[in-house]
């Protein structure tokens, strides 16, 4: 009995082991993790695996899913077919590289060529943009333009609840519904689930709202043997009329964020921008929409078309990551963005767990002689990634980066802002889970007015916030260290 239990035991370890060296798509870092954790628990690790081992994205019964890009221009194709009699790619994705040169400076064409490789958007002119002082300033500003539609709302958030402002923003589409907008509501199954089925939603439900549920959990077991329960929607924008966006790192949920109050206020910034870059943003909806939520075509393209601004205005374009584009996209193009400074950097972030390539990219900016600065929360609300930010101190110091602990709330702003040109802001986190896991939005876009803004908006940041110095690193007790790189260690697998 001792030698088949022995055997089965072996045989496990070796399955599983041999199931992970065999994958093409691991870092070799997760890899490690995965291989680690099968050694010291395996019968644990085969749980977990099975689980959330590999990034699964099937539908029963619904067919191929599509990248962004192959479901903006089959979506297209088949409009134009029908209304025209001939087809054509969406604009949106169409080849637009003679634009990348009239429009982008040269030392950003690297950055803005590969977040076009993401889903095919290109970067295009034409773009206002003005950032919120607050989140009372964005509800402020987004229930006027919500009473101000006439055509068409679309709203994607991955946390929503019944509070102040998840309520105001649901009265708002009310009243936008009973005077005929067409307005649609997609939330996260998991991050929103207390608002699904509640009074609020069925009110949202009675008035004409089209509401669905992206990567809904309602049937766990189904999930697990399709997918995995940890894949989430994690994209925050509302779209009006096709001419304005709000987009930034803040859901329809109250600052003070009542699940998790004892470490809010929750800090976030949102941009209003109008634009082409609107049009990008209504195709991720639209195949979210179809794809991982309802599986009912929606609208590609607002009914009202949006136009470049009178002026020129600036260049922006729109960046949907997700499980179901290019693998390592994300890293990457904060890698290149990362890589294009030459004056300064300047990122904020809540959950700071980067892999190998954007933590090298970091080290090696600063290790060049830019100015490198790092803003992450004092108090996270996850205890193990603020273990495993820590851990990553000491490198970041020895290489000349100056990190910062912003002490009021948990900064939930999402920000990164390359020699006061460039700006990359939306729900990103500098993490594997949203390198890996999350479908996220955000917007790359070279202005330096803009770009000033959030840039002085970090500089407020830093003013609340306390330096960390090499000496408090170093003066860390063991158990603390050891605790760090441990949890750093298990990362890719956490």
């Known amino acids: 009995m001792t030698w088949l239990f022995l055997t089965l035991h072996v ?18 870092d997760v890899r490690m993790g995965w291989l680690t954790l099968v050694v010291l628990l395996p019968y644990v690790s085969c749980v977990l695996y099975y689980l959330f081992g590999e990034v699964a994205l099937r539908r029963r019964g619904r067919g191929h899913l599509l990248q962004v890009q192959d479901f903006a221009v089959q979506a297209h194709v088949v409009q134009q077919a029908s209304l025209v009699g001939k087809s054509r790619p969406h604009p949106a994705v169409a080849g637009a590289t003679e634009r990348m040169a009239a429009h982008v400076a040269p030392q950003w064409q690297a950055a803005f060529s590969y977040a076009a490789s993401v889903n095919g958007f290109q970067p295009q002119p034409g773009h206002s943009a003005q950032l919120m002082a607050d989140g009372g300033e964005t509800l402020r500003r987004m229930l006027m333009d919500l009473d101000a539609a006439q055509h068409e709302i679309n709203l994607l958030y991955y946390l929503w609840r019944d509070d102040q402002m998840g309520t105001q923003v649901a009265q708002a589409l009310i009243r936008a519904a009973a005077r005929g907008v067409v307005c649609r509501a997609m939330v996260d199954g998991l991050g929103s689930r207390p608002l699904v089925g509640s009074a609020l939603w069925e009110s949202l439900r009675a008035a004409g709202v089209q509401l669905a549920v992206a990567l809904p959990i309602n049937r766990p077991l189904q999930v697990m043997l399709n997918s995995r329960l940890d894949l989430r929607n994690h994209r925050k924008f509302t779209l009006i009329d096709g001419r304005i966006a709000y987009c930034g790192s803040q859901n329809c949920v109250d600052e003070v964020f009542a699940a998790k109050a004892a470490y809010g206020p929750w800090v976030d910034i949102m941009l209003r921008m109008q634009g082409p870059v609107v049009a990008q943003m209504q195709l991720v909806f639209a195949s979210d929409w179809q794809q991982y939520a309802t599986a009912e075509h929606a609208p590609y393209l607002p009914q009202s078309q949006p136009q470049a601004l009178a002026s020129p205005g600036f260049v922006a374009l729109a960046i949907a990551e997700g499980p179901s584009e290019r693998a390592r996209a994300c890293p990457q193009l904060f890698a290149t963005l990362i890589t ?36 992450v929360p004092a108090r996270n609300d996850s205890a193990i990634v603020g273990a ?24 939930h702003a999402k920000t990164l802002c390359v020699d006061g040109q460039v700006s990359l802001i939306g729900s990103t986190n500098l993490d594997l889970r949203s390198f890996d896991l999350n479908f996220e939005n955000n917007v790359l876009l070279q202005d330096a007015d803009t770009t000033q803004a959030i840039r002085a908006r970090q500089a407020a940041y830093i003013a609340q916030s306390l330096q960390i110095t090499a000496e408090q690193v170093h003066g860390w007790p063991r158990r603390q260290r050891i605790w760090n790189n441990l949890l750093a260690m298990l990362s890719p697998v956490l």
Not at 11 to 28: E, M, S, T, Y
């Open 388 to 411: 495993a930010s820590r851990s990553h101190y000491h490198r970041l110091l020895q290489a000349g980066i100056t990190i910062y602990e912003f002490q009021p709330g948990l900064l």
């Open 340 to 375: 294009s400074a030459r004056q300064e950097l300047v990122l904020s972030t809540p959950y700071f767990v980067p892999d190998a390539t954007v933590l090298d990219a970091l080290c090696a900016a600063a290790w060049r002689g830019v100015p490198v600065t790092l803003i």
């Open 11 to 28: 045989a496990l370890i070796v399955c599983l082991g041999l199931r992970i060296l065999l994958r093409n798509d691991l870092q070799p």
